[in-house]
């Protein structure tokens, strides 16, 4: 993710940094999501009560920058304020404090008179908000109910930090009786406008505010609505609206709204409607998912959370679901970001990572781009639709800068058939297939010398293009920055990787010498890779090879995925889990990205001593996949642990690498995203790693090999597991170290193997 690129030296602010005077854990802040528009919120519902990131936003731009609720022009005071279990809205509970109308206690307002229920969430580019109020006193009330807002329309960068000399124009008119409208002529030739319609009529509406006379009979109710319209317009293309990479939807009211009483516009009924049709589609896209159950209830919170935040995270595109990487700072397509969510997620769900192989197959490069980061064959590393992306300010309208989205496809693609079988979407991709091989080959490799390395082409690129794309992350054992060209560690694991899924893919094309090729090609990038990254001196891999091929002998969680690839010879794999699992790497929470004692560990630092739950979880199911099932369950329990001092049990993008302290949770990362994509998935993964667990279409077969369960799950229950046309239902109980399987249901004819 472009969190930052390079740096002449450590004393200049990297470029796309996130500014952060405030840390995002400190401000408790909510998200929502639907499609191509998120909102960030504060814990009230409002947005922009103090400066902060908070906002609605629509294809990477904030289109409210401001909705503040007051009463009796205080705000009221908040009682609770949850995101819903499967995130389809934000709820709040709110009261009055006590108001003085003036001098007289008569016309005082006692506290806790008033209860104000507030229900926000998105559906097709709106943001829907429902203020309910009701009376608890014993004479009527009437009172001024107050909403200010307004619309900065900031570029996603601009509110990350980044400065602009010159913006486009805005406006503000009241368009109605009931509707404030803001518009936004961009410098790129586009409109941006947000409506805000309420309901009922405000008493009085102004640009920036609206006031409503709220008469409340002794336990009488009454609501107010705002709907918040995201619309963009190509002015070079009069009333076409711009999707960007979402599909095709309206913004009009629901057909025929049913008039509510005291609601003249219908505004009630079309947020009712509006809900209704959110909470279908959200059970719709988990309807034949599979499921977990387990004897552990706060795994099982933690279960429904990451599979709430996945889906919630999801956005349909032309080629099939894509689950955008975070928010609030990475809402949209990353390629690295999709394909490994959707590798942690393949036994859950296939669909995932077959709508992410036919939308980065669909943005795969065909010519040579310097400023873009682009050869043929290449895929996506970022897109984005934001004003500035589009101007080419920031050079991320569809960026191209990472060395391991391309070999992760093909990688992912393997995978994606091995288990599903699903011929016709490979025959769909194989083109896409041979050119990311190819680019492997003819640009990934640089020097020839059989590793892949990565240099930008331009200044506005990331300097460090693999998953740790901090400016400093990659580094000597003196703490000297590394000069590329540079191979990374992972990276070549994920060639090896690439090379033998796609030689199964090319026998299956009926291209048998390509296929024979690919198989000496990882046989020989095996080889080298253990010659000149393996470091016996530090018992692991280097982190990555220099422009002049000298190992940067720095231990890290890269060697982890040379486990998860399998590129590691079966000798080597001890010792990388030693150094792993050392109280160097491992914290009790989580593998350290880099290890104490490092010359640049920095337990506060984004990638040189943090620790991410995704990384965790490819270091197990690298350490399961040699048979180190004891020290995945153990990162297994630490993640799990980390998960219990979290709000929700979400595991968020990142948190800090300071030692497991007693009777303490993890220390959080001031500005990581909540939720994330790849960590949501993880908790998948673990289990996953820990149960050995292998779906074969070929062999018809669901195998646990070697399982075993973490010592906080006794029982997991595997609900609609499916194999071809098989759904099985799956009990797994821990008897000391062994694990049992029993098959509850079965329909269709699949095997289930357990093996030791």
């Given at each position: 993710?472009?969190?930052?690129?390079?740096?002449?030296?450590?004393?200049?602010?990297?470029?796309?940094?996130?500014?952060?005077q405030?840390?995002l854990?400190e401000?408790?802040?909510r998200?929502?999501?639907?499609?191509?528009?998120?909102?960030?919120?504060?814990?009230?519902?409002d947005?922009?009560?103090?400066?902060?990131?908070?906002?609605?936003?629509?294809?990477?731009?904030?289109f409210?920058?401001?909705?503040e609720?007051?009463?009796?022009?205080?705000?009221?005071?908040?009682?609770?304020?949850?995101?819903?279990?499967?995130?389809?809205?934000?709820?709040?509970?709110?009261?009055?404090?006590?108001?003085?109308?003036?001098?007289?206690?008569?016309t005082?307002?006692?506290?806790?008179?008033?209860?104000?229920?507030?229900?926000?969430?998105?559906f097709?580019g709106?943001?829907?908000?429902?203020?309910?109020?009701?009376?608890?006193d014993?004479?009527?009330?009437?009172?001024?109910v107050?909403?200010?807002?307004?619309?900065?329309?900031r570029?996603?960068?601009?509110?990350?930090?980044?400065?602009?000399?010159?913006?486009g124009?805005?406006?503000?008119?009241?368009?109605?009786?009931?509707?404030?409208?803001?518009?936004?002529?961009?410098?790129?030739?586009?409109?941006?406008?947000?409506?805000?319609?309420f309901?009922?009529?405000?008493?009085?509406?102004?640009?920036?505010?609206?006031?409503?006379?709220v008469?409340?009979?002794?336990?009488?109710?009454?609501?107010?609505?705002?709907?918040?319209?995201?619309?963009?317009?190509?002015?070079?293309?009069?009333?076409?609206?711009?999707?960007?990479?979402?599909l095709?939807?309206?913004?009009?009211?629901?057909?025929?709204?049913?008039?509510?009483?005291?609601?003249p516009?219908?505004?009630?009924?079309?947020?009712?409607?509006?809900?209704?049709?959110?909470?279908?589609?959200?059970?719709?896209?988990?309807?034949?998912?599979?499921?977990?159950?387990?004897?552990?209830?706060?795994?099982?919170?933690?279960?429904?959370?990451?599979?709430a935040?996945?889906?919630?995270?999801?956005s349909?595109?032309?080629?099939?679901?894509?689950?955008?990487?975070?928010?609030?700072?990475?809402?949209?397509?990353?390629?690295?970001?999709?394909?490994?969510t959707?590798?942690?997620?393949?036994?859950?769900?296939?669909?995932?990572?077959?709508g992410?192989?036919?939308?980065l197959?669909?943005?795969?490069?065909?010519?040579?781009?310097?400023?873009?980061?682009?050869?043929?064959?290449?895929?996506?590393?970022?897109?984005?639709?934001?004003?500035?992306?589009?101007?080419?300010?920031?050079?991320?309208?569809?960026?191209?800068?990472?060395?391991?989205?391309?070999?992760?496809?093909?990688?992912?693609a393997?995978?994606?058939?091995?288990?599903?079988?699903?011929?016709?979407?490979?025959?769909?991709?194989?083109?896409?297939i041979?050119a990311?091989?190819?680019?492997?080959?003819?640009?990934?490799?640089?020097?020839?010398?059989?590793?892949?390395?990565?240099?930008?082409?331009t200044?506005?690129?990331?300097?460090?293009?693999g998953w740790?794309?901090?400016?400093d992350?990659?580094?000597?054992?003196?703490?000297?920055?590394?000069?590329?060209?540079?191979?990374?560690?992972?990276?070549?694991?994920?060639?090896?990787?690439?090379?033998?899924?796609?030689?199964?893919?090319?026998?299956?094309?009926?291209?048998?010498?390509?296929?024979?090729?690919?198989?000496?090609?990882?046989?020989?990038?095996?080889?080298?890779?253990?010659?000149?990254?393996?470091?016996?001196?530090?018992g692991?891999?280097?982190?990555?090879?220099?422009?002049?091929?000298?190992?940067?002998?720095?231990?890290?969680?890269?060697?982890?995925?040379?486990?998860?690839?399998?590129?590691?010879?079966p000798?080597?794999?001890?010792?990388?889990?030693?150094?792993?699992?050392?109280?160097?790497?491992?914290?009790?929470?989580?593998?350290?990205?880099?290890?104490?004692?490092?010359?640049?560990y920095?337990?506060?630092?984004?990638?040189?001593?943090?620790?991410?739950?995704?990384?965790?979880?490819?270091?197990?199911?690298?350490?399961?996949?040699?048979?180190l099932?004891?020290?995945?369950?153990?990162?297994?329990?630490?993640?799990?642990?980390?998960?219990?001092?979290?709000?929700?049990?979400?595991?968020?993008?990142?948190?800090?690498?300071?030692?497991?302290?007693?009777?303490?949770?993890?220390?959080?990362?001031?500005?990581?995203?909540?939720?994330?994509?790849?960590?949501?998935?993880?908790?998948?993964?673990?289990?996953?790693?820990?149960?050995?667990l292998?779906?074969?279409?070929?062999?018809?077969?669901?195998?646990?090999?070697?399982?075993?369960?973490?010592?906080?799950?006794?029982?997991?229950?595997?609900?609609?597991?499916?194999?071809?046309?098989?759904?099985?239902?799956l009990?797994?109980?821990?008897?000391?170290?062994?694990?049992?399987?029993?098959?509850?249901?079965?329909?269709?004819?699949?095997?289930?193997?357990?093996?030791?």
């Amino acid at each position: 993710m472009p969190m930052v690129a390079t740096a002449p030296d450590d004393e200049t602010l990297p470029q796309y940094h996130i500014e952060a005077q405030t840390s995002l854990v400190e401000r408790q802040l909510r998200s929502l999501k639907h499609g191509d528009a998120f909102a960030v919120l504060d814990s009230y519902g409002d947005i922009g009560v103090f400066p902060g990131p908070e906002g609605l936003y629509f294809q990477d731009t904030r289109f409210l920058s401001r909705l503040e609720l007051t009463v009796e022009g205080q705000r009221p005071m908040l009682l609770g304020s949850v995101v819903q279990d499967d995130n389809g809205a934000l709820s709040v509970d709110l009261t009055t404090p006590d108001i003085r109308l003036d001098a007289n206690d008569e016309t005082s307002i006692p506290r806790e008179i008033i209860a104000l229920e507030r229900t926000k969430f998105l559906f097709r580019g709106t943001c829907y908000d429902r203020i309910g109020l009701r009376n608890y006193d014993t004479k009527p009330r009437h009172l001024r109910v107050s909403l200010s807002f307004d619309a900065d329309f900031r570029d996603l960068f601009e509110v990350r930090g980044s400065d602009r000399a010159h913006r486009g124009k805005r406006s503000v008119e009241v368009t109605a009786a009931d509707e404030v409208t803001f518009t936004y002529d961009g410098l790129d030739a586009r409109r941006r406008t947000t409506r805000l319609r309420f309901g009922p009529k405000p008493a009085r509406l102004e640009a920036n505010k609206a006031e409503f006379e709220v008469k409340l009979a002794p336990g009488g109710r009454a609501s107010i609505f705002v709907r918040a319209i995201c619309d963009t317009v190509d002015l070079g293309r009069e009333g076409e609206a711009v999707i960007g990479s979402a599909l095709p939807f309206t913004h009009a009211a629901y057909p025929n709204p049913r008039r509510e009483e005291g609601h003249p516009k219908g505004e009630g009924m079309t947020f009712a409607l509006a809900y209704r049709d959110a909470r279908r589609d959200l059970r719709k896209a988990t309807a034949n998912i599979t499921t977990i159950e387990s004897s552990n209830d706060q795994f099982n919170e933690a279960a429904c959370r990451a599979t709430a935040d996945l889906y919630m995270l999801l956005s349909r595109t032309p080629n099939g679901i894509y689950p955008y990487a975070g928010i609030p700072w990475y809402s949209t397509v990353f390629g690295r970001d999709g394909i490994i969510t959707a590798m942690m997620t393949l036994w859950i769900d296939p669909e995932i990572a077959k709508g992410v192989l036919r939308h980065l197959a669909a943005t795969q490069a065909t010519t040579v781009d310097p400023a873009a980061d682009a050869q043929p064959g290449k895929v996506l590393h970022e897109t984005r639709n934001g004003e500035m992306a589009i101007l080419g300010e920031v050079p991320f309208k569809l960026y191209y800068g990472t060395i391991d989205a391309t070999p992760l496809f093909v990688m992912l693609a393997g995978q994606y058939y091995e288990q599903t079988g699903d011929q016709a979407t490979v025959e769909k991709i194989w083109p896409n297939i041979l050119a990311a091989l190819n680019w492997i080959d003819e640009y990934g490799d640089r020097d020839k010398d059989g590793f892949v390395e990565y240099a930008r082409e331009t200044e506005k690129g990331l300097a460090n293009q693999g998953w740790k794309d901090s400016h400093d992350s990659i580094f000597h054992a003196d703490g000297r920055m590394a000069q590329g060209p540079i191979a990374l560690c992972e990276v070549q694991g994920y060639v090896y990787a690439a090379k033998k899924g796609a030689a199964k893919l090319a026998a299956l094309m009926g291209d048998q010498a390509l296929s024979e090729r690919l198989k000496g090609e990882a046989e020989r990038l095996r080889k080298a890779f253990d010659e000149k990254f393996w470091l016996p001196e530090i018992g692991t891999y280097a982190i990555a090879l220099d422009g002049e091929k000298r190992p940067c002998a720095v231990r890290s969680s890269n060697a982890g995925h040379a486990l998860f690839t399998g590129i590691a010879y079966p000798e080597r794999a001890e010792s990388v889990a030693a150094v792993l699992m050392s109280k160097d790497g491992f914290n009790g929470w989580g593998v350290r990205t880099i290890a104490v004692g490092e010359a640049r560990y920095n337990p506060m630092s984004y990638h040189n001593g943090s620790i991410w739950p995704h990384d965790n979880a490819l270091v197990a199911l690298g350490l399961a996949r040699y048979g180190l099932k004891a020290e995945a369950a153990r990162v297994f329990e630490g993640q799990h642990g980390a998960s219990l001092y979290q709000e929700g049990r979400r595991l968020p993008e990142l948190f800090c690498g300071f030692i497991q302290r007693k009777q303490r949770g993890p220390t959080n990362y001031p500005v990581a995203c909540s939720p994330q994509a790849w960590a949501a998935a993880a908790p998948f993964a673990f289990l996953a790693a820990c149960l050995g667990l292998e779906l074969r279409h070929d062999r018809n077969r669901i195998r646990f090999r070697d399982p075993i369960l973490p010592s906080f799950l006794d029982d997991v229950l595997i609900r609609n597991l499916k194999l071809g046309d098989s759904h099985v239902d799956l009990l797994l109980h821990r008897h000391g170290q062994d694990v049992t399987v029993n098959v509850v249901r079965r329909t269709g004819d699949a095997q289930v193997v357990l093996l030791k």
